[in-house]
Nanobody, 128 residues
Framework: QVQPVESGGGSVQAGGSLRISCAIS????????MAWFRQAPGKEREGVAR?????????ADSESVKGRFTASKDNAKDILYLQMNNLKPEDSAMYYC????????????????????WGQGTQVTVSS
């Protein structure tokens, strides 16, 4: 079973940067749609970005992360990254990595319900 494991979260001041990572073992990201979600206390889980097996990247709710967050992956190492720059207090949340098997001609899921495999999350806290 695919088990994503996140790392790299922490505390940073507003305007700072963090890069979080997600590794999966035993399986190749070449066959999976990968995504980053986040959830702040009292709020619903929301998508941040998703990456298909071919590396195509889509950012959810683009205005909130546009120009500041960059998702990428290293297929050779099976690691997913989220580079977060110019962080704001409202970016504070638990960040989750998720995956689902990509089938031929099928799109990557948009919502959290489409992802079968989830990591435990890594906390990102941005202070003002």
């Amino acid at each position: 079973q695919v088990q994503p494991v996140e790392s790299g979260g922490g505390s940073v001041q507003a305007g700072g940067s963090l890069r979080i990572s997600c590794a999966i073992s035993g399986y190749s990201m070449s066959f999976y749609c990968m995504a980053w979600f986040r959830q702040a206390p009292g709020k619903e889980r929301e998508g941040v970005a998703r990456i298909g097996p071919d590396g195509s990247t889509t950012y959810a709710d683009s205005e909130s992360v546009k120009g500041r967050f960059t998702a990428s992956k290293d297929n050779a190492k099976d690691i997913l990254y989220l580079q977060m720059n110019n962080l704001k207090p409202e970016d504070s949340a638990m960040y989750y990595c998720a995956a689902h098997r990509k089938f031929i001609d099928g799109p990557c899921a948009v919502g959290a319900g489409g992802y079968a495999f989830w990591g435990q999350g890594t906390q990102v806290t941005v202070s003002s």
